[in-house]
Every structure is written in structure tokens, then in C-alpha cells.
């Protein structure tokens, strides 16, 4: 899982430029399900990679400090936002002080963890009345293409999760005893045909399979698309996937 989860690290710059932000909806729910609003809350957005999501937390007004554990996402985390504070550690064991936060952020990357740790070092951190988000932004698979070239990744890859993270993550990461509200925000972006293919490259899946393998896949899917995009234009959907829950 380790190994995987820093897979990331080579390509740092190419998951950063490529992979997708939020929209204000989900900023917009978190606020009203952790019932405070972002400017001015202490926030911990752990596995925070190269600060996608910590920078739109930062534009909405909160005082974020930044974990992440692989040098390479945070060099690139912290030459994009070098006024953020970053620290090099992992969520299931967080060097800060007990009671220090009042909103952990997880942005695609609390599958990444042991519950049974990340858990309960998520609410020693949390001020009483402090609250949990995990978020994934999830390819949408209602739409016909998506789940098409979903259904040619796992059969290459033989990864029944690849794009699955809706189906796992609030069954299996949280506790069923823990209170949770839950959130899903479509949105879409356009994006180039060159963007997709390297947000797509930049999934564990394709790092830990070997560069050539990788490239030879991403080759035939770049001829598929150009089947349903002609012009090179791709219109992604996604489904972000919030779950919230609020420390007693």
C-alpha cells in the first residue's frame, strides 16, 4: 500500500497540471455540514500531494497547514504555495498537538490509510466540535464513455478498483459506528485530449505497471477517444463523493 500510495511521487508535476481541483459546491457543503465557515478554521488537509485541494481551502479563507508524506508531491506542494506549512508525516501518525484543528481534510487520499490509526489520530487533533472530511472526486460511470474506458483499465490492469473509490470508501474507511453526513457534487470540466491522457497516466495503477506498459495503453486509448472526441476536446464528468463527520 506504501509503495503504491508513493507511486505518485515521480510524476509529480504531471499530476498536479493534470488532475482535477473541486468545484465551490464542495466547499460549499463542507461548510454547511461541519457547520462553521472555512475562513479562519484551522484546517489539516492530510495527504495533501501537490496541494490541489489545499489551495482552494486557502482561497476560501482557512488557515491550512499541509501533511504529505512523499517528497516529491511536497516539493511541488510547497513551490506552488510555499506560505503554506507542510509537514512531512503520514495521517496514521500525525506530529501535532492534541486538539490543534478544527476541520482534518482528506482529498483523495484517506484509502491510503489504516483506519484504525487515522482514525483515532484524526479526532485527538480536533478541537471538540471539530469535524472529519474525506472527499473523492469519482469519474462519473453514468456516463457511457467513462465507464467504458473505466471497464478497459481494470481489464488491463486486472485492478477491480480502479475508479471504485465511491463503491469502498465510506463502507470500509470509517467506523459504522461513527455519525456521518454524506454529500455527492456532479461537476464537469473540459479539458484537452493531451490533459486527460496524463491525468488518467498519473493513477497508481499505470505507476506501478511499468512505463512502457503504461504507454503502449495509453496510445490505444488516446485512438479510442479521438473516436468520441474529433476534436480533441474532452468534456470529463465527475461525482465528488463527501462524507463528513463531527468530533463530540
Not at 125 to 131: E, M, T
Not at 170 to 175: D, G, K, N, Q
Request: hydrophobic share 40%; glycine share 8%.
Amino acid at each position: 500500500m506504501t509503495e503504491r500510495a508513493l507511486s505518485f511521487d515521480a510524476v509529480a508535476d504531471q499530476y498536479d497540471e493534470a488532475r482535477p481541483g473541486y468545484p465551490p459546491a464542495l466547499f460549499d457543503a463542507v461548510e454547511e455540514l461541519t457547520g462553521r465557515p472555512l475562513k479562519g478554521s484551522r484546517v489539516i488537509d492530510v495527504g495533501a500531494g501537490t496541494g490541489i485541494a489545499t489551495r482552494l481551502l486557502r482561497a476560501r479563507g482557512a488557515l491550512v497547514t499541509a501533511v504529505e508524506p512523499g517528497p516529491g508531491m511536497a516539493a511541488r506542494l510547497h513551490r506552488a504555495a510555499p506560505d503554506v506549512p507542510l509537514v512531512r508525516a503520514v495521517g496514521d501518525a500525525l506530529p501535532l498537538a492534541d486538539g490543534c484543528a478544527d476541520l482534518v481534510t482528506y482529498a483523495q487520499s484517506w484509502h491510503w490509510t489504516d483506519p484504525d490509526r487515522s482514525v483515532p489520530e484524526a479526532l485527538r487533533v480536533l478541537r471538540p466540535g471539530g469535524a472529519l472530511a474525506l472527499w473523492w472526486n469519482i469519474s462519473d460511470g453514468d456516463v457511457p464513455w467513462i465507464a467504458a474506458q473505466d471497464e478497459r483499465v481494470r481489464r488491463w490492469a486486472d485492478d477491480v478498483h480502479h475508479g471504485a473509490h465511491s463503491a469502498t470508501g465510506r463502507a470500509r474507511y470509517l467506523p459504522a459506528a461513527m455519525d456521518r453526513a454524506e454529500r455527492r457534487i456532479t461537476w464537469t470540466r473540459r479539458v484537452t485530449l493531451d490533459t486527460h491522457l496524463a491525468n488518467l497516466g498519473s493513477h497508481s495503477v499505470f505507476r506501478t505497471r511499468g512505463e512502457q506498459a503504461a504507454a503502449d495503453f495509453l496510445a490505444n486509448e488516446r485512438t479510442e477517444l479521438l473516436t468520441h472526441f474529433p476534436d480533441g476536446t474532452v468534456e470529463e464528468a465527475y461525482a465528488v463523493e463527501l462524507t463528513v463527520t463531527v468530533r463530540a
